[in-house]
């Protein structure tokens, strides 16, 4: 079966750093994104990962090892407005499908 | 304006009756998907097109209607709306990433 596992919440410290993991298992893999989603909104897009290694991004890197089935979200220097739930989600061999998890709710405090 | 649209943003409806979610997109993208999203559940696809005039079943279809005669919009309908249909529901498009519009939330009463 199709299956992604992030943790439900967590909960981090203003200006500190946050790693939200992420574990697969799919029939086929052609890519892992990473979305925000703050409470209310869409989801939007943060990052992508095909290849083994780390993507840096601003304060947001992502990590990809595919022999692990594993990917991580590092944030860096948290702000109050990276209050969010954070959805993993893997592209299967189709080319458009999305399989996702549901999602991690992150809680910054002060 | 440019990007994905959906309409009504917030719609209450009673069981039984059939309700339509709108959605509209300006890029061309080929792509289109619905997503409806429960707490605890994540994002579930409901149907998916690949161009006008193809469609095709997601993960949780039953219950549910597309049609895509023009490549911009993609409505969904609910035929008979349950209560088990209140959820909020995402229309997205592809064009790298998938884009989402910001959402319908429905409640069927």
């Known amino acids: 079966g199709q299956n992604i596992d992030q943790p439900t919440e967590m909960t981090a410290t203003e200006g500190a750093i946050v790693q939200i993991n992420c574990t697969y298992q799919?029939?086929?893999?052609?890519?892992l994104f990473w979305y925000q989603q703050h409470a209310g909104e869409a989801p939007t897009f943060l990052s992508y990962n095909v290849l083994d290694g780390l993507e840096e991004k601003g304060r947001f890197s992502s990590f990809l090892s595919r022999s692990k089935g594993y990917s991580y979200l590092l944030l860096k220097e948290l702000q109050m407005k990276d209050s969010a739930s954070y959805l993993c989600a893997v592209r299967d061999n189709s080319n458009y499908q999305l399989i996702w998890g549901a999602g991690t709710k992150l809680i910054i405090k002060p | 304006d440019a990007g994905i649209t959906q309409s009504p943003r917030y719609k209450i409806t009673e069981t039984g009756r059939q309700v339509t979610l709108m959605c509209h997109q300006t890029w061309s993208h080929s792509y289109m998907f619905w997503y409806r999203q429960d707490l605890g559940h994540g994002l579930r696809l409901i149907y998916y097109?690949?161009?006008?005039?193809?469609?095709d079943k997601g993960e949780v279809p039953d219950g549910y209607v597309v049609s895509r005669s023009k490549t911009e919009n993609f409505p969904l309908t609910l035929e008979s709306a349950t209560r088990s249909q209140t959820s909020v529901y995402f229309c997205?498009?592809?064009?790298?990433?998938?884009?989402f519009g910001p959402g319908t939330r429905l409640t069927v009463l």
């Open positions: 097109s690949a161009a006008a005039d193809i469609t």
């Open positions: 799919t029939s086929g893999f052609n890519g």
């Open positions: 997205a498009s592809l064009g790298g990433e998938q884009f």
